[in-house]
């Protein structure tokens, strides 16, 4: 039994485009074409907007009787 999968043979390059992020105004590169119009945002900034944080903020704040 031979399967042959000839088309699976695909490539998509990652098409940077450079664009200029709406937040901090640094140049960057995205593999994804913007809409005009709307926002697009650095790494770092794209990040932030998703709440993802480098590090871990601990609460220490318990309140013990
Ligand atoms: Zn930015």
Not at 24 to 29: D, F, R, S, T, V
């Amino acid at each position: 039994m031979a399967f042959r999968h000839d088309r699976g043979f695909r490539r998509f390059p990652p098409e940077m485009t450079k664009i200029k992020c709406s937040e901090c105004g640094k140049e960057a590169e995205v593999p994804f074409k913007p809409r005009e119009g709307s926002p697009v945002y650095c790494r770092e900034c794209f990040m932030k907007k998703k709440g993802i944080k480098p590090r871990e903020e601990q609460e220490e704040s318990q309140d013990m009787e």
